[in-house]
């Protein structure tokens, strides 16, 4: 009895986040389940029911359907490179050496400012004119022309990434090397005495153990990629055409801009489902590769 006593104790500091929960998520989410099917501009309280009707209407969209392809064009490239070029860096910070805590304070530093903040400056340094700051040092170094760094369409997606790549490296470093200060170096030093390369203690030692750092590393980068908007908005705000529009940019304009709520909220469900998915899938095929190294 005194046991039940005291975990309720402890379950009632739970309430305020469960009710800060169901009042700015829960609640929120019924009610786009709800608009979804309807033609409400977000104003009016009179609105009617149109069943199926803006789901429909989304896979039409001509930008909804460009907005798609970027945003998963741009979760793919954050989460391999991201996790390709990461586990090195943690690699190369984990070593000891004078200044090591400046060196990983530098690579920290991009995740701290604000996105939005740091995509306006970046949009300046790949301004696709002769006075943006790339193009100034192409220009003077190597005498090259002007080059349309965010007004041609394949350019500014790939300047998003680089500039979302290093925001988001250094970050994923530290958590890597969370977990590979926790790796005891007897592990190390039983494969030294059998004779083992840098690469075999690489492969068999290191990799297996950061398992459970590469799954939340992993559900974070898709999570973050898939609801990404202030850095493309900063950059291009969704151009040239379509072209680096994401899918939470485009709910925004419709919903907010174009007063197609009901589309919006329709789209905005889609979104949640596909994300859940995404999210299970990477959860459960994590969770079998960490039971499969234990």
Known sequence: MYKIKKNIQYELFLIPALVAYTV?????LIQSGIYSFTNFDGVQQSYGFVGFQNYWEIFTDDALMGALGFTIMYMVCM???ITVLAIPLAILLDK?????????????????PS???????????????????????????????????????????ISIITVAIWCNLGYHAMLY?????????????AAEIDGATWWQRFRYITYPMLA??????????????????????????GGPGFSTYTITQVIMLRGVTEQKYGQAS???????????????IQITLSQRREENVR
Not at 24 to 28: A, D, G, L, Q, T
Not at 266 to 280: D, G, H, K, P
């Open 24 to 28: 700015f998520i829960v609640v929120p």
């Open 79 to 81: 989460v391999v490179i």
């Open 96 to 112: 000891k050496g004078r200044g090591k805590g400046i060196q990983r304070a530098v690579f920290f530093f991009p995740a701290i």
């Open 115 to 157: 996105k939005l903040l740091v995509g306006y400056l970046w949009c300046f340094i790949f301004a696709p004119t002769s006075t943006g700051v790339i193009n100034v040092i192409l220009k003077n170094v190597f005498h090259m022309d002007a080059v349309p760094w965010t007004s041609d369409p394949l350019l500014a997606k």
């Open 177 to 189: 090397l969370a977990y590979l200060q926790a790796i005891s170096n007897d592990y190390y030093e």
């Open 212 to 237: 459970p750092a590469m799954t939340i590393s992993l559900m974070l980068l898709i999570t973050d990629s898939l609801k990404i908007f202030d850095l493309p908005k900063a950059m291009t705000d």
């Open 266 to 280: 329709a789209m905005s469900m889609i979104f949640c489902l596909m994300v859940l998915v995404i999210a299970v």
